[in-house]
């Protein structure tokens, strides 16, 4: 009994990794008091030492030496006796202390313990993890993809704990094979039958705040502040920044020297485009910056619906709604405003470059409408569908959703 370590016995503790040692030897002296108090009725009167060190376990009982005939409690008293056969030099009044060995309890109460203990620390482990990531969400983990499914990822971090990444919190050109490394953010925590449910996301705007935070150290010391973000991830980004300071520009700053702090962040977002404007107070001005690239020619406010409407040359729609419409979309989300986007009036005859509908129409038909000279909205709308088909060699469904692309921009 006497160098039994305990700790070191128990297969189980040595992969416990969020629970510290003096907390599990708590666990294991709670445990053999409920085994003392089911042997003796009582364990007021018995000290359970474990070495915070190694493990050894004692566990020792005292018990009020009594006259013969007089002891009314064989669990708290012993009768002067029986003491005698084991310590001569007791009297009546000392104090009998005796160890109580391992092997006493019987091996079946052994065994009993030992589950018990089991399931105690694994039960502490959980809510350690579950208290630790409840702390953690918002922060970016890193981990090693361990298996992939169709709804789902099981990522593990570095101390093994099980990270979940449903399909919905990637992002739609993220592939993961088991052992990839992979960076996300932890979005929700909770406890699903007793067991921490961690579920971390690539898709939320928190995770490109992190990685901003990550790459522009102004961002991280708080001279420069992130003041929204919205997203349509792997597709369009976009972040508004503030300077708390005027002699930092926190567009260039986020950007970095020819993009080198923004190109580790789309990167890691598969190309995600993002469009980093600054912020403003002046809501005409911001929706102008939010409809970046687009330039516009005026906006026309009405505060009380939160309605905007933008005007703009014929050559800068597109831009304005994006491939998509991911560009305008954001932009409303962004600034907190319906946009409508309008052509202006007084260019209603003015022509638009047929490359200005690339985001709408593929290259390889716009290359094909070029090489038959058709480089403007309006020399392709001159022609009759049957002129169109006669002289390319695109389908006339392709001619005739390319004619209504064009017909919709002079609307």
Not at 9 to 25: A, G, H, L, M
Not at 71 to 81: C, G, P
Not at 139 to 147: D, N, S
Not at 164 to 189: C, H, N, R, W
């Amino acid at each position: 009994m006497n160098n039994i370590n305990l700790i070191d016995s128990f297969q189980e503790f040595k992969d416990f990794k969020n629970i510290d040692r003096p907390t599990v030897i708590s666990v294991l002296e709670e445990v053999f008091r409920s085994m003392l108090r089911k042997k003796y009725g009582t364990d007021e009167n018995c000290d359970v030492i474990v070495n915070p060190d190694n493990g050894d376990l004692e566990i020792w009982r005292t018990r009020k030496v009594m006259e013969d005939g007089f002891s009314e409690d064989d669990d708290l008293e012993i009768e002067l006796a029986e003491v005698h056969q084991y310590d001569a030099d007791l009297e009546v009044g000392d104090d009998y202390i005796e160890q109580i060995t391992l092997e006493s309890f019987g091996r079946r109460a052994i065994l009993a313990a030992r589950q018990t203990l089991v399931s105690k620390v694994l039960e502490l482990e959980k809510d350690e993890i579950f208290k630790k990531y409840k702390d953690r969400v918002g922060e970016i983990v890193t981990g090693e993809v361990y298996q992939v499914w169709k709804k789902e990822t099981l990522v593990l971090d570095d101390e093994g704990n099980e990270l979940l990444m449903p399909k919905t919190e990637q992002i739609p050109a993220d592939y993961f094979k088991k052992g990839d490394s992979v960076k996300a953010v932890i979005s929700k925590v909770d406890m699903v039958n007793a067991t921490p449910k961690i579920i971390i996301s690539r898709v939320a705007p928190e995770f490109l705040q992190r990685l901003f935070e990550l790459e522009v150290p102004e961002i991280f010391d708080g001279l420069i502040t992130i003041k929204k973000i919205v997203r349509e991830p792997g597709e369009r980004a976009k972040v508004a920044v503030e300077s708390y300071d005027d002699r930092i520009d926190p567009v260039g700053a986020c950007v970095g020297m020819k993009g080198s702090r923004i190109h580790g962040i789309v990167r890691e977002l598969k190309n995600e485009n993002i469009d980093v404007i600054n912020f403003t107070n002046n809501v005409s001005l911001y929706i102008q910056r939010a409809l970046s690239p687009a330039k516009i020619t005026s906006i026309k406010l009405d505060d009380e619906t939160k309605h905007a409407s933008v005007y703009l040359k014929p050559d800068q729609v597109s831009l304005a709604i994006g491939r998509g419409g991911h560009n305008i979309k954001l932009a409303g989300k962004l600034t907190g405003y319906e946009i409508d986007v309008y052509r202006e009036a007084d260019e209603e005859d003015e022509d638009v470059d047929i490359e200005e509908f690339s985001d709408e129409i593929d290259s390889w038909i716009i290359d094909e409408l070029k090489a038959i000279g058709l480089d403007t909205a309006k020399s392709v709308l001159s022609l009759s569908l049957d002129e169109l088909v006669k002289r390319t060699d695109l389908e006339e469904e392709t001619i005739k959703e390319v004619v209504a692309i064009l017909k919709s921009e002079f609307e």
